[in-house]
């Protein structure tokens, strides 16, 4: 009752704070689009990527509204594979680690309110995408399914009590939680369906960030030795100062006990899907690139990982092309800054990431990368919303992206969708399990027996390029 009596009051003085921003002048414009022209940059596999200048078009906020799933609906795979409900009624469902012994488990998070405005809009459940909640579940579910029918009959909730969760990771005897300040530590045994140790904080990290980036992932290395842990830039483009981006925007490696941190790799404006390539040690990261540059800047991507490598962040994208917004800044980074392996498409949200090592779909996928597209909401048509597939063959990329699993947007010209895809982790059976943090639900994709031997093509995604 009392949100409601102020509603009329506070809609007006959010108009008014979303009014006070403004983009770059004309002028500013086209001093960009002199001193970045369009071009084409040539990638590590002789693909070629267009980029037009800067601001060739104006930055647009375009934000679905999110509406249940109607009963029975699914999302939509290739022919020949089934998609069916592997769980529901979760809450923010975002991220997924397939534990050694098939054990799946979930962390369910959300984006807090950062500031009066964003806490106000929360408050009145104005976010129709539902990117912003008032509060976040901070948990992680156990999912076990341990008759093999693809449905889970074991599901308990295995952690509570944590600072908005999301990379997880079974080490030894140890369960490790990336909260979004801090990576804990926690006693485990194998099989145990519940944790109720105090977890040890063995590492502090930079808490908060601009949009989404309150994520932090974890992948051990191949050893085991090393536990790599991303973390995303704390603005759009480096607006708040560099002092707010220390320790940002990079891939940091450290020891099983926190110890001996250093940058892996930098210039990674939002590394969050990491893996390697099946039976190498060439690490992968999904990146999600910056805003407001218009709506074919700046591609998504996913990259293998060069250790002491520099991505260009915030200063340069895709290469050495410099950002207007921090031009002459850092030229000697800029000439470093190295070129990504496969563009996604620009805003579409490139965020999960895994390699397919099994052999249970049809050939054509063994090996290759499945990237959950969380959806774009800066620019004038929707793109993303989906998880694309990218053929690969001896380490390399061999094609464009590719939509594999669609229909989360309900199409036709609505604004509406009904789920938004995240995280993306292989099974242990060959089956594909994609988190729907929107739709609060984990979706399962197999593949008929009689397909894995059938090449199935999928639609190539040519939407966003």
């Known amino acids: 009752m009392l949100l409601s009596r102020y509603t009329a009051a506070l809609l007006p003085a959010l108009g008014l704070l979303a009014a006070c921003s403004s983009g770059p002048s004309q002028a500013e414009k086209q001093t960009a689009a002199a001193d970045t022209p369009a071009t ?40 020949g594979f089934s998609v069916t409900e592997f769980a529901g009624q979760l809450e923010s469902p975002r991220w997924a680690y397939v534990a050694p012994n098939g054990d799946v488990f979930i962390a369910e998070a959300t984006t807090l309110p950062k500031g009066a405005k964003k806490q106000i809009a929360a408050a009145l459940q104005l976010d129709k995408s539902r990117s912003l909640q008032a509060t976040s579940a901070n948990r992680v579910t156990l999912l076990r399914d341990t008759n093999g029918d693809g449905k889970p009959d074991v599901r308990t909730v295995f952690l509570t009590g944590l600072n908005q969760p999301f990379g997880m990771l079974v080490l030894g005897n140890s369960f490790y939680v990336a909260n979004t300040d801090g990576l804990l530590r926690f006693p485990y045994k194998t099989g145990e369906t519940k944790i109720t140790a105090k977890g040890q904080k063995i590492l502090s990290l930079p808490e908060g960030g601009y949009n989404n980036h309150w994520t932090r992932n974890l992948l051990a290395s191949k050893d085991n030795s090393k536990i790599l842990v991303t973390v995303g830039s704390g603005s759009n483009v480096q607006e708040h100062g560099p002092e707010n ?136 048509a929707y793109s993303g919303y989906k998880v694309a597939f990218v053929p690969f063959k001896d380490g390399k990329p061999t094609g464009k992206p590719e939509d594999f ?14 789920g938004r895809p995240v995280g993306v982790v292989t099974m242990p059976d060959g089956a594909l399990l994609v988190m729907d943090d929107a739709g609060n639900k984990v979706w399962r994709v197999s593949a008929a027996k009689t397909t894995a031997a059938q090449p199935t093509k999928a639609t190539p995604n040519v939407a966003v390029r």
């Open 245 to 380: 981006e220390v320790r940002r925007a990079n891939i940091l490696e450290i020891n099983p006990d926190g110890t001996g941190e250093k940058i892996f790799a930098s210039g990674l404006r939002n590394p969050i899907g990491l893996a390697y390539y099946p039976g190498t040690s060439t690490l992968w990261a999904a990146v999600n690139e910056r805003d407001e540059l218009g709506d074919e800047l700046v591609p998504d991507y996913i990259t293998s990982v060069k250790e002491g490598g520099f991505y260009g962040w915030p200063y340069s994208y895709y290469g050495q092309n410099e950002d207007p917004r921090r031009k002459n800044e850092r030229p000697d980074l800029v000439k470093k800054a190295l070129v990504p392996d496969v563009p996604m498409g620009a805003h579409v949200a490139a965020l999960g990431l895994t390699f397919y090592d099994k052999t249970a779909f049809p050939a054509r996928y063994q090996n290759g990368a499945f990237v959950g597209e969380h959806g774009s909401w800066n620019r004038s």
């Open 405 to 418: 699993l669609t229909g989360f947007l309900v199409g036709d010209g609505s604004d509406k969708a009904y």
């Open 40 to 79: 084409t940059v040539t990638t590590p596999q002789d693909a070629t990527v267009p980029l037009p200048a800067p601001y060739a078009t104006k930055s647009v906020s375009k934000r679905v509204a999110i509406i249940d799933w109607p009963a029975g609906k699914t999302p939509v795979a290739p022919a």
